[in-house]
């Protein structure tokens, strides 16, 4: 499915004779509706969406329109249109007509300028240098368009937009001091009301950030696997050869240091001597041949828990057990809430509760308070716009233990739903976690389609509790940090968390979809990201079966009508008496051998829960989880009259298409050559990921038969070699020893 549907194209060289050219300057002095002609280099291409800045001796400009679509860096054009203002930003919209006079010009060199006087109307639409900036967040930047605050000492929270189209969306966010290289823009909501601020940076792409001397380059965010209670390993990337060095602690003051000197560009190095069920804060760091550093930012890795990592699933209505394989879905139809209410009463030592809603018509109130009045150490967070106020003031357990998240237009809603039971039990079999879609509310309990997941592990608990102190500190929505643990193992399975709005969950949602190779099932009470969408729209229409759910609030929406052109016949929207409030995605859930995966949680597929909601999700690597959550799936599916359902396959041999493909050798160590036969010089892919999903090489080939893949960086084990040529799919399980 085509993703953007452009206008016509008539020709790149359209002549205006209407207008004089005047200097871009002269055109900045006019009023707003005017018409003008201009010519300028063209300071950047599709890595800002349709818009492109031209830059003259005199001054810089935007032109916007998608007859601009072809325009490239380097290109000298001329254009005639109308000045407009767009939220404070002056342009030419509409483009009238426009003429490519020459291509591959040298650009304007950035004007070198500092924040106090760069983020001005003077440099408005030009390119410009920023020298010792440095971004004020950490992590990553999203996938998503979106803000980041930087300073070079001059001020402390310049803005810099990072455009999902560009290749810097996804990537490590710079950490220490870099040149900064932009186009200058401007995004002011409210001009009527004065704009004295609003100027935003526009890197274009990684070129744009210019680092001190030859440093390795970190190409992605330090990762974590083999995860054992007293150990784990970390794994990095860098654009260049560098030694591995792991600093590392249960503080962020760090403290200790693993390192090995082999300079590489895939770093994997085993931390050990660690403890159960503990944080660790990891800084990678890499130094290369000629002694320049690059530092990852400080992330907090978990151990796993001596818990039994036992995983329950329940749904509060109706499953169906004939999709069952292995272990029958539990719904607990009118009776979620007697369960929620024996594991409160289970609670010795604390319980600390994150709840959008609840009411006491159930009891869970009562509960609450007979844990508190035990001796339990109970903390309730609500939301404090849509809290139900007469179950809040029965809530006895003493003001300074319940809060109500904050108000007004900073915030979006507190829309977590779990409860953290008894996190430093001495005995980690007493440690639960209790999450998934359900408000505490009698409708959500007892009506509506919910589901519910709870894990005896002591370690995804301590995670919970990290985030649950962050928003008891007062801090909220997008006053958080990203600085919870992501990766776990729970009871053998790979478990993945994370927190919205600082862990920029639509991107995990996204890649999620895309792992699937087999079958995916959605059912969602929201989908209004058309990104997500078209992630699914990605797989689906790559020949992966998807059906799924949606409740009405979604009815109309962009986002729905994406998926609803290619899951003709397998796609619903419900409108009931009861809401369809589940928020779960299922992959390969109909292929054991294929990492079968759910991801649910309390996060809408919405802006608000991806940029201004407290939302957790949890990604759930299972066969047995998926399973169920299928069984739940299919009988939401047969109740809006779906029958079309996915095969099951039970190995990977199965997925084996009419191309005949060649692995060897396997098992491997060092090297495997793939070759496919049936179509010689065609185009394929292969992607490699261990067991639990993560991936260890991907790479797309044109015009070959025969390639031949290096295993160094792999460790011993099993993985699973994914190859896809056009609507031609197989998986080779692959094994590698040392």
Not at 284 to 292: L, M
Not at 317 to 337: E, K, P
Not at 349 to 365: C, L, P, R, W
Request: proline share 4%; charged share 15%; with cysteine.
């Amino acid at each position: 499915m085509k993703k953007l549907i452009p206008l016509l194209f008539l020709s790149c060289f359209i002549y205006s004779t209407s207008h004089a050219q005047i200097t871009i300057a002269t055109a900045r002095t006019m009023a707003e509706g005017a018409t003008v002609t201009v010519r300028g280099i063209v300071l950047n291409a599709g890595e800002l969406g349709v818009i492109r800045y031209l830059q003259d001796p005199t001054g810089g400009i935007g032109a916007y329109g998608s007859s601009l679509s072809n325009v490239q860096r380097g290109d000298s054009i001329e254009v005639t249109g109308v000045l407009d203002l767009y939220n404070n930003l002056l342009e030419i919209s509409p483009v009238s007509s426009f003429t490519i006079i020459s291509s591959g010009n040298a650009l304007p060199e950035p004007f070198e300028v500092n924040m106090s006087t760069g983020f001005s109307e003077t440099y408005e639409g030009r390119l410009v240098r920023f020298q010792d900036a440095a971004f004020i967040s950490t992590g990553n930047f999203q996938t998503a368009s979106a803000n980041y605050t930087a300073t070079d000492g001059s001020v402390t929270s310049a803005e810099v937009r990072i455009n999902a189209t560009s290749n810097i969306a996804g990537t490590p966010i710079p950490v220490g001091s870099i040149d900064l290289i932009g186009i200058m823009s401007q995004f002011c909501s409210s001009p009527a009301n004065g704009c004295s601020t609003g100027y935003q940076l526009l890197p274009r792409d990684l070129n744009d950030f210019i680092l001190p001397g030859n440093p390795p380059v970190f190409t992605a965010t330090p990762g974590q696997i083999n995860i054992t209670p007293y150990s784990f390993n970390v794994t990095f990337q860098t654009l260049h050869p560098g030694s591995t060095l792991l600093y590392y602690g249960t503080t962020t003051a760090l403290g200790s240091v693993a390192y090995n000197a082999s300079l590489v560009v895939n770093h994997d190095l085993s931390i050990g001597g660690l403890q159960p069920a503990t944080i660790y804060f990891v800084k990678a760091a890499s130094v290369s041949s000629t002694g320049d550093t690059s530092y990852a930012s400080v992330v907090p890795m978990m151990t796993q828990s001596l818990s039994s990592g036992t995983i329950t699933t329940y749904f509060t209505r109706s499953v169906d057990n004939s999709v069952a394989q292995g272990i029958n879905a539990v719904t607990l139809a009118q009776t979620m809430d007697d369960t929620l209410i024996a594991y409160m009463n289970r609670t010795v030592y604390s319980m600390d509760i994150a709840i959008y809603n609840m009411d006491n018509n159930n009891g869970i109130v009562d509960a609450i308070n007979a844990a508190y009045n035990r001796g339990v150490n109970v903390r309730v967070i609500g939301d404090g716009d849509n809290m139900d106020g007469n179950a809040w003031s029965q809530i006895a357990i003493g003001p300074a233990n319940k809060k109500l998240s904050p108000t007004g237009i900073d915030y979006g809603i507190m829309h977590n739903k779990f409860v953290i039971m008894d996190v430093d039990a001495p005995d980690p079999d007493k440690v639960y976690l209790w999450t998934g879609s359900m408000n505490f509310t009698n409708q959500q309990v007892t009506n509506d389609a919910n589901n519910v997941i709870i894990f005896q592990d002591q370690s995804l608990a301590k995670a919970y509790q990290l985030e649950f102190n962050e928003m008891w500190s007062g801090l909220f929505g997008p006053d958080k940090l990203n600085n919870t643990p992501k990766e776990f193992n729970i009871g053998g399975s790979r478990v993945e968390l994370f927190f919205s709005p600082s862990d920029d969950t639509e991107t995990q949602i996204k890649r999620t979809a895309t792992s699937a190779d087999h079958d995916l099932q959605l059912c969602v009470y929201a989908d209004t990201r058309f990104s997500i969408s078209y992630a699914i729209d990605d797989r689906t229409s790559a020949g992966v079966w998807g059906g799924g759910i949606i409740d009405d609030t979604a009815n109309g929406s962009f986002a729905y009508s994406i998926l609803a052109s290619d899951m003709v016949g397998k796609l619903f929207v419900a409108n009931h008496s009861y809401s369809v409030h589940n928020k779960y995605l299922l992959v390969d859930a109909n292929a054991p051998g294929l990492d079968p995966i759910v991801l649910t949680g309390s996060h809408n597929w919405s802006t608000s829960a991806q940029f201004s909601n407290d939302e957790n999700t949890v990604i759930v690597h299972n066969a047995q989880v998926a399973n169920q959550y299928y069984q739940e799936w299919v009988a939401r599916y047969k109740d809006e009259g779906g029958t079309l359902l996915p095969t099951y396959i039970v190995g990977v041999e199965e997925m084996t298409g009419l191309l005949q493909w060649q692995l060897y050798p396997n098992p491997a160590s060092d090297k495997i050559v793939i070759r496919q036969s049936a179509l010689p010089g065609s185009d394929f892919t292969v992607r490699i990921t261990d067991l639990s999903g993560r991936t260890f090489f991907h790479q797309s080939y044109e015009n070959s038969n025969k390639e031949e893949i290096n295993l160094h960086s792999f460790h011993s084990g099993i993985y699973l070699v994914m190859l896809e040529s056009g609507e031609e799919r197989a998986v080779i399980k692959l094994q590698v020893f040392r």
